[in-house]
């Protein structure tokens, strides 16, 4: 008998369109979230393991690309560009909303503290039972074990 759905978050609930992302931040900031040359910054590993802050990661960003920017204005303008486009499948939601009377659900996500935040405000999890992200426990991709060896709680 089934009782429980465990869900992943990214590319499940919403595409994120990181190229957008990064040129809408560019423009806004004067501040690439990616490096030029392709890939992610190696504090983004620490920053999703929750080894560091979110001030502290947009302090690195700055520091990395000898940036003056405020954090305050970095924090806004990735804000509303991981909402533009990283947009939350509404069909998504009402699937969820249907097994949620009947079902456990949860979700495990590699995810950071300012990510989970932007999708706790937009309600994203509203509908799971539990959540399982990489910053809390420490893990990337580890996490799905730790649920697997965890009981069942609501």
């Given at each position: 008998?089934?009782?429980?759905?465990?869900?992943?978050?990214?590319?499940?609930f919403?595409?994120?369109?990181?190229?957008?992302?990064n040129?809408y931040i560019?423009?806004?900031?004067?501040?690439p979230?990616?490096?030029l040359?392709?890939?992610r910054?190696?504090f983004?590993?620490?920053f999703?393991?929750?080894?560091?802050?979110i001030?502290?990661y947009f302090?690195?960003l700055r520091k990395e690309?000898n940036?003056?920017?405020?954090?305050s204005?970095?924090k806004?303008?990735?804000?509303?560009a991981?909402t533009t486009y990283?947009?939350i499948?509404k069909e998504?939601?009402k699937?969820i909303?249907?097994?949620h009377t009947?079902?456990?659900i949860?979700?495990v996500?590699?995810t950071?503290?300012?990510h989970?935040?932007?999708?706790q405000?937009?309600?994203?999890?509203k509908?799971?039972?539990?959540?399982?992200?990489?910053?809390?426990y420490g893990?990337?991709?580890?996490?799905?074990?730790?649920f697997?060896?965890?009981p069942q709680?609501?």
């Amino acid at each position: 008998m089934i009782t429980t759905f465990l869900f992943d978050i990214g590319g499940v609930f919403f595409e994120a369109d990181w190229e957008k992302i990064n040129q809408y931040i560019y423009q806004k900031t004067g501040v690439p979230i990616f490096p030029l040359n392709g890939g992610r910054y190696d504090f983004y590993v620490d920053f999703s393991l929750g080894e560091i802050t979110i001030n502290d990661y947009f302090k690195r960003l700055r520091k990395e690309v000898n940036s003056t920017a405020q954090i305050s204005s970095l924090k806004k303008a990735y804000k509303k560009a991981y909402t533009t486009y990283a947009p939350i499948d509404k069909e998504m939601l009402k699937l969820i909303v249907s097994l949620h009377t009947n079902y456990f659900i949860a979700c495990v996500t590699n995810t950071n503290r300012f990510h989970e935040k932007i999708n706790q405000e937009r309600g994203l999890f509203k509908e799971f039972d539990k959540k399982f992200t990489s910053y809390k426990y420490g893990a990337l991709r580890r996490i799905r074990i730790f649920f697997q060896n965890s009981p069942q709680t609501r």
